[in-house]
């Protein structure tokens, strides 16, 4: 378990320098934590008040889907670097800014809980969902399979500042 199982921005290398990036090198990242999308799985990334010209899924598909207005949110953290940049690009679309990568900052183990639990509300949206998304079973697969394992190692990451390790307990959500 000591690979990181999710990217972060700081994880993002300029390709042309070879550079890391740092939030401030991005002008798309100025959504807000408390206008975040229900739907967003916890985690360094987040969707606040974003368009809904539904681009967000065109170009990070394995992580970005709609709510039932159009609004994008994030249903699963990227996981390798490609997803990172695709959600980078996703953000660098939006006109209104309203994606976030200070997730970190803001997440507790008590909100990861909450989300947790409120997830058979979002699941029993399924159907709205499914007007504007094409990949809400996939969606559904995730919240109902591995997400607890990703947000049982996200929630340890948030309250001990570290990757869990093999002989680490991970929170109860």
């Known amino acids: 378990m000591s690979q990181k199982p999710w990217y972060e921005l700081s994880d993002y290398t300029i390709r ?12 798309a990242f100025d959504g807000i934590f408390s206008e975040r ?37 994030l249903f699963r953290q990227p996981i390798n670097h490609s997803e990172l940049e695709n959600v980078v690009s996703a953000a660098n679309f939006d006109p209104f800014c309203g994606y976030a990568a200070d997730g970190n900052q803001h997440w507790t183990l008590t ?17 709205a969902l499914r007007t504007l998304n094409d990949n809400v079973d996939e969606w559904q ?7 607890i394992e990703y947000l049982r190692q996200y929630a340890f990451f948030i ?5 869990p390790e093999a002989r680490d307990h991970l929170p109860r959500l």
């Open 111 to 127: 909100l990861i809980s909450d989300w947790w639990k409120s997830r058979d509300d979002l699941l029993a949206e399924v159907d």
């Open 159 to 163: 309250e001990e500042g570290r990757l």
């Open 16 to 27: 042309r320098s070879g550079l890391k990036a740092k939030l401030e090198d991005f002008n």
């Open 37 to 73: 999308n229900r739907f967003n799985i916890p985690g360094p990334f987040y969707c606040g008040q974003t368009d809904n010209c539904l681009t967000g899924r065109l170009e990070a598909p394995d992580n970005v889907m709609y709510d039932e207005n159009g609004y994008e949110f």
């Open 141 to 147: 697969a995730y919240l109902t399979g591995p997400a």
